[in-house]
């Protein structure tokens, strides 16, 4: 019982109270829950954390090739330097050595060959990084050297596949081409892209008594880390807990690519009992890590004299690296966004998987969509420009339909489309017409600097392609003082989650934000979790809270 005083309330009091409304909800702009500690540098990640008692720390030795087969590996040398504690392969896994997220083909250690440069062949532990760094390099590897695939195209005349190629069809788009009045055919590339999250990818492990591990690990999918080290491990799943405060930055690089430090932190705590730490310099993050799916675009389009679309072939050949990682569900999504906002007419659309001995390239901001639509606006761009018509034009007379010609390649039904009632509002608006007249002049009279204008549409599929993804978790007490503590299975990586879900738990026991407290996203409170991606962490999340 409490020594203090309760104070009653009146009825009037309470129903003035209830009537002022919530100063924080739904709706409202709250500040982000980190914000005051990311200006101070209060807010703790996981380089931050003190470290633990005899804690070694981690650095692994790249392949500096990028095909080839490993004849052998000396880790003699490692143990000749001081503060070295241990020198693993891949024949000091205790279970699984791959780590592949969906299918093998990424493992741990290099086995028998290394596919890129950057490949982990060896990991050293050591009292320090630097330590850890010199021993590493000391060992000594010999390779016999393969012939690697290193561009896309190649990749693709060479039918060099991670996983087999898909078609999307409809109707008879070779007829279609050869019998429409305009024809035109080209080709377009399409770079990766790295993703430069501040925080380099980072995990801290801890072993527990019960021969299980405590990983704090940057990761936007805690579930999966809790898997792949269960398995590298070989031991339950309930006997691994990953713990994930927040991240400095994502953006599809710590989906899958977060597992690999975690793991080998796990494997070498394992073998010596104590806590180890792994944090990837930049080169070495950058080396190691896939980047967005660079892409190879091949098409033949056929369309009459308004620009609109008879028929289209289109080839996307993405560069998938030396597995599939999350390859097969990414060229999905591009295969899936090549119609844009625009009704193809019959059309044809192959998505290869092509391998290349580079890193295995992975999950990035749009997932696969923006690379399939850069393809049809460079079309919509290269009819404008046949046929001498504003791009816009172009684009509004292949737009989807309300109930005709409102079908995708792929046979999905295109409802609540506005799309030409926005367009309208945004050329009204931005006096779109006058200013590309006002434009036209200016670039007919200067020969060196040029002005341009765009309206562009956008089709995006939201949340996962695989819809049982589309769920998540949550956990929420209330205490006897009226305030509430709130687990869910989000990640934090500056975009606001925590923030915002803590709105919806406010907004629907009618409490203010103050009175909710969020702490780490963790797998002993909240089980089976998908990956904060897809856009989607919000929206689920805040529904399972």
Same mark, same amino acid.
């Given at each position: ?12 009091? &309470?129903?003035?109270?209830? =009537? ?5 909800? *739904?709706?409202? /702009?709250?500040? %982000?829950?980190?914000? #005051? ?112 695939? &290193?561009?896309?195209?190649? =990749? ?5 596949? *991670?996983?087999? /190629?898909?078609? %999307?069809?409809?109707? #008879? ?373």
């Amino acid at each position: 019982m409490s020594n203090h005083p309760h104070v009653a309330k009146s009825q009037a009091e &309470l129903a003035e109270l209830f =009537a002022q409304g919530l100063t924080s909800g *739904v709706g409202r /702009s709250v500040k %982000h829950d980190s914000a #005051d500690k990311h200006v101070s540098g209060e807010a703790v990640y996981i380089d931050d954390r003190l470290e633990f008692p005899n804690q070694l720390h981690v650095y692994a030795r790249l392949s500096d090739r990028a095909h080839a087969r490993v004849l052998s590996i000396d880790t003699r040398p490692c143990y000749a330097i001081e503060g070295v504690r241990i020198a693993i392969t891949h024949e000091d896994i205790p279970g699984l050595k791959d780590i592949g997220p969906l299918l093998p083909g990424d493992p741990l250690l290099a086995i028998d060959t290394v596919e890129f440069v950057g490949q982990p062949v060896l990991a050293v532990a050591a009292c320090d990084l630097d330590t850890a760094r010199r021993a590493a390099m000391a060992a000594i590897i010999e390779y016999e050297d393969l012939e690697p695939v &290193l561009d896309v195209v190649e =990749a693709l005349r060479k039918k060099h596949f *991670v996983l087999d /190629s898909h078609t %999307h069809q409809r109707g #008879d788009s070779a007829t279609a081409l050869a019998s429409a009045p305009h024809r035109v055919q080209g080709t377009l590339h399409i770079g990766g892209q790295e993703h430069f999250y501040l925080e380099t990818q980072i995990s801290s492990v801890m072993p527990t008594e019960d021969g299980g591990m405590i990983v704090f690990c940057s990761t936007q999918n805690p579930t999966e880390v809790q898997k792949l080290v269960a398995e590298v491990l070989d031991v339950p799943m309930n006997r691994i807990v990953v713990d994930m405060r927040r991240m400095g930055g994502g953006f599809g690089g710590k989906e899958t690519q977060a597992a690999s430090p975690a793991c080998l932190c796990a494997v070498i705590a394992r073998l010596t009992g104590q806590p180890t730490k792994m944090r990837l310099p930049r080169v070495e993050d950058m080396l190691m890590t896939g980047k967005r799916h660079p892409f190879y675009i091949e098409y033949d389009v056929g369309f009459d004299d308004s620009g609109r679309l008879h028929g289209i072939n289109l080839e996307l050949a993405g560069n998938c690296g030396c597995s599939p990682d999350l390859s097969a569900s990414i060229v999905d999504r591009a295969m899936f966004h090549s119609d844009n906002a625009y009704y193809l007419g019959d059309a044809t659309v192959n998505g290869h998987r092509c391998k290349t001995n580079t890193a295995s390239n992975t999950a990035y901001r749009g997932f696969g969509g923006p690379q399939g639509m850069v393809a049809i606006e460079e079309v919509m761009d290269r009819i404008a420009r046949h046929l001498a018509l504003d791009p816009l034009a172009v684009r509004k007379a292949n737009y989807y339909g309300k109930t005709e010609r409102n079908v995708t390649h792929y046979y999905q039904t295109v409802e609540h489309n506005m799309l030409e009632e926005i367009t309208a509002e945004l050329e009204a608006s931005s006096d779109y017409q006058q200013r590309r007249e006002s434009i036209r002049r200016f670039n007919a009279n200067s020969p060196v600097l040029k002005k341009g204008l765009a309206l562009t549409p956008v089709k995006f599929g939201i949340s996962f392609t695989a819809s049982f993804l589309n769920q998540a978790g949550a956990l929420v007490h209330i205490y006897t003082d009226g305030s509430i503590h709130l687990n869910h299975g989000g990640t934090e990586m500056g975009q606001g989650l925590n923030t915002k879900v803590a709105q919806v738990v406010a907004e629907v026991f009618q409490v203010d934000f103050s009175r909710i407290q969020i702490t780490a996203t963790n797998t002993d409170k909240v089980p089976n979790t998908s990956p904060t991606a897809a856009s989607s962490g919000a929206d689920l999340n805040g529904k399972a809270a």
